[in-house]
């Protein structure tokens, strides 16, 4: 029996979890002296890239002093909370990554009272003491407080603690005393987390990530529980409604370095990818083929907001997307739900619109942008915050716990931004050069809330958030002030048009650009909506004037990301999405028709 140890990396979005497992992997030399990689090894799609954040868990194993250590490298953002309740049940240990000088963060808290739960043992990484002005005692001192507050077991909270920078690659026992490697680290993780328990008896293992591969299909991956598991053998599958099914397992690997390797047979406390197992759900059970008993299945955190996805029906639908039928979004959508366990999709009345349940406004746009990248087009109504009833029949809504770092001076614009929102001020205290704030305000007063934080601030806050609990109703939330500026007509926007309505509003559309009737083109500068025709040529005559033709200076569009026009859009409104453009638009095109709907909610 080899000696296993199963590690998931936790922190805060940002702390730089990715880095420190691309280090370790330098350090145990999986790759070969003249073979080219670049950084962040793990975050291997487009998406995440891009945006520099982790949004799907993965596995790597690494081995040192005989060794196999087990890595999971999971996302930082409580959006993507589903990802961090499943995985965490293949762990023994966790490492907590902690930034020097922020300390522990709302995300941090999330993840790790789920692990203090599932009764982990941590090892805390003071991460990033390069920094200036970093304070790595009071930070562990803090690190301390916070797993007091979980209700940490004494061994828990008897952690060891090691200090280093993941860029610069390096990690010591004192902060003071930097090394030239992270082999401290690898010698924590052998010494302070436990070996996998080797468990006796029938075969256990709880599906907890799927992989798919268009060989062979859907791939099973978990941890072996209990007794072992061969190629070639006979299982039961335990499903969530108590019924078993008979199966034959085609192949099994365990991770290796960066892939997976082929083996006849799996000890128990590894962590394996089951093939030819068909019809599974995350959750169920790999158990015996005579005697089937299943784990208790993973809990999920509920989801907290909701949007509308329905097929484009707009003057340009399918000009740049190649899937746009309503039986292509609903298969994606359902095909997303395997997967990702924190989002669920309702079929509605109509064939064609789908309610789509997560975990907030990125956990949604991250699905969005994978469906545009994939060659979809949709369209998506305003996100909605699911409420719930009380006991007593009344009105409960969800409550986030929103902290941010802004310079000092800024400080009163971002409390303003936020009590407008129902926000709550708990805490003002200056870290560092900085001002510390946090509240509590409900998931409504988020949407939206982070553009105009970083406006009023130069870009200059640092926001985070996390669901708390569902409160009672806070009363009404001031939506977006401003009026739409929306198109008369369809066809190119005339520049001399755009320069004489530049006085009525900022515009989101580039002279020329194709607009259609009914469309979004623009933020009217007053409350209500106003048409603008965008066509109107200038009249030519047949006389010469000297100067009166000034050239026109239009100011640029407004350009938007897709999360800002989810938090942009209102109630009457959808934003259609296509591989190449995202357009604004009143759900009814024609005036005459919205002015009929008006009286009437949608």
Known sequence: MQSIRNIAIIAHVDHGKTTLVDKIIHASKIFRENQEFGDLILDNNDLERER????????VSVRYNGVKINIIDTPGHADFGGEVERVLRMADGVILLVDAFEGPMPQTRFVLSKA????????????????????????????????????????????????????????????????DNIIPLLDAIIEHIPASKVQEGTPQMQITSLDYSSFVGRIAIGRLERGTLTEGMQISLCKADGTTKKMRIKELQVFEGLGKVKVDKVECGEICAVTGIEDFEIGDTIADAENPEALERIAIDEPTMNMLFTINNSPFFGKEGKLVTSRHIRERLFKETEKNLALKVVTTESEDKFLVFGRGILHLSVLIETMRREG?????????????????????????????????EVAGKVIELATQGKGELLIMEPKGDLQHLEFNIPSRGLIGLRSKVLTATFGEAIMAHRFIAYEEFKGAIPGRINGSLISMNTGPAIPYAIDKLQDRGVFFIDPGEEVYTGMVVGEHNRQNDIEVNLQAAKQLTNMRASGTDSNTKIAPKLNFSLEECMEFIQKDEYLEITPKSLRMRKIWLDPNERKRNEKKPS
Request: aromatic share 8%; glycine share 6%.
């Open 376 to 408: 979809y087009e949709l369209q998506v109504g305003q996100p909605q915050v699911i409420f719930k009833e009380g006991p007593n029949g009344e009105r409960l809504e969800p409550i986030e716990s929103l902290v941010v770092d802004v310079p000092a």
């Open 116 to 179: 203090i739960a599932l009764g982990l043992k941590p090892i805390v990484v003071v991460n990033k003491v390069d920094k200036e002005n970093c304070r790595p005692d009071e930070v562990h001192e803090s690190v301390f407080d916070l797993m007091f507050n979980l209700d940490a077991t004494e061994d828990q909270l008897d952690f060891p603690c090691v200090y280093g920078s993941s860029k610069q690659g390096w990690m010591s026992d004192d902060w003071k005393k930097p090394t």
């Open 52 to 59: 520099g954040i982790t949004i799907v868990s993965k596995n």
